[in-house]
């Protein structure tokens, strides 16, 4: 299980936005900081992702 890209914080400071392939698949994954949960924000089949965050909105670029 590796992050694929570099993560990046929510502006809310209490979590990271990774790209992993934890699971099988690529995916992104949210993880709190006080705790390390991590929880995925997608699902289904898809190339590999770059979270970005800009102000409230989190993206990311799906392919290979």
């Known amino acids: 299980d590796g ?5 990046v914080f929510l502006p809310s400071g209490d979590a990271l936005v990774i790209a992993s392939n934890r699971g099988g698949g690529f995916q992104l994954w949210r993880v709190a900081l006080a705790t390390g949960e991590a929880r995925p924000l997608t ?5 590999k992702h770059a979270p970005h965050v800009d102000g409230e909105w989190l993206y990311f670029v799906d392919g290979d």
């Open 3 to 7: 992050i694929l890209e570099a993560p």
């Open 43 to 47: 699902d289904g089949p898809r190339g």
